[in-house]
């Protein structure tokens, strides 16, 4: 099969990223992110995807500088392990105002107990999507409407487990941790910067805007389910940064289900790897987040007709 010299190398640039986006959650991802982008750069000057005569002009306007770093306060945050909170309800308010990695950095620290580590993990991936700040995809992607909400509450509630004491402990934080998961953000920026050059946010609008017609009723429940798929196995701080980028490009859309699915998968897919950073137990954390996976597809299924 022959392919357009466009697709071919958004197709290359696109799937060395996505195996980017996919280990950057990682220990070493601070090592071999560099080297990676430094490969994806060379390759990307080699077919003239950039020129060297506009590469400052590029860096400077054309990288999500500004997103990436917000995204980098919130995932510093979460790294730093500062907060500590054990009941349930504490959970859920406390991703409301820092953030699910906040709190489940927190857990993995805190919570003896394997089992109820699980249970109040997967609360936290729930509450991920209470307000405009609790979750790495709606920083990027925009709230949702107040039956995102509620939907964010009933996802909590599949985590409840009883006791554990409502003040939060907070400790020194862990600032060496913190900026090594900055910094990785940062790379990310440059990362989501090497796919717009290579123009898959333009194929992947594209794809999206072309399903409503090909797949009329259904468009929604596919795009939560690769949603879903990609937030399991991506880094949602990345995954983030190229869906906006993606939703910048998909001026044809109408209506927020495409968002919609997108906050949804990502927020929720997430929970699995968060449950295995968290070292919890998961004959019983396995259960319960493909619960979730389950309300957020009938969720999308039944709110949505795209």
Partial sequence: M???PVVENAVKLGGLAGLG???ARTRTAGVWMPLLLAVLIGYAF???VIHPGFLLDTLIHDVPWGRAALLGLFCAVGASGMVRIRSWLGVVVGTALIGDMAIAAGLALAEADPSRRARLVVAASGASLLSPWSGASVLALGHGSAEIVGLGLLLAAVGFVGGGALRPEVVKPNLPEAAY???VCLWLALLAWILALAGV???AAAGLEGLPPQLPGHATIWTGMMALIAGSLGYEPGLALVARDVMDHATQ????????????GFSVGSGLPMLLLAKCKMSVGLPLWVAQALLVLAFLWFRYTV
């Fill in 21 to 23: 986006l996919i280990l």
């Fill in 46 to 48: 080699s077919i003239r």
């Fill in 253 to 264: 859309l109408r209506g927020t289900w495409a968002p919609d699915a997108m906050r949804l």
């Fill in 2 to 4: 022959t392919w357009y």
């Fill in 201 to 203: 946010p333009d194929f």
């Fill in 181 to 183: 998961v900055a910094s």
